[in-house]
């Protein structure tokens, strides 16, 4: 059974930078997207950034825009999320995520992807 592990989380300076890594493993699969999400507690799951597998366009929300950078290594079946001049309200709980399902242009709702890692904590202290 494939699943999704983060890695990379932790406790970052505001304005240094930090990069989470998303490794698939238990097998092999094909997605039209991956994208990285993140939630803090009582609020809903915030889409971060996606990219598309094949044409590889990225899309990020406006908060993070210019800060932080989604890439992914076909040959490590990985996916990266780069983030640089972390603010403290980047503090929350990150999940990367596939899409398995047919091709959407920009898939940046949470009910677009259908595979979930287990999150990782990322904490930005002033």
């Known amino acids: 059974q494939v699943q999704l592990v983060e890695s990379g989380g932790g406790l970052v300076q505001a304005g240094g930078s930090l990069r989470l890594s998303c490794a698939a493993s238990g097998g092999t699969f094909i997605s039209s997207a991956m994208g990285w999400f993140r939630q803090c507690p009582g609020k809903d799951r915030e889409f971060v950034a996606t990219?598309?597998?094949?044409?590889?366009?990225?899309y990020y929300a406006d908060s993070v825009k210019g800060r932080f950078t989604i890439a992914r290594d076909n040959a490590k079946n990985t996916l990266y999320l780069q983030m640089n001049t972390p603010k403290p309200e980047d503090t929350a709980v990150y999940y990367c995520a596939a899409r398995r399902r047919g091709i959407l242009t920009v898939p940046r709702s949470s009910n677009d992807y259908d595979l979930w890692g287990q999150g990782t904590q990322v904490t930005v202290s002033s």
């Open positions: 990219i598309t597998w094949i044409t590889r366009n990225t």
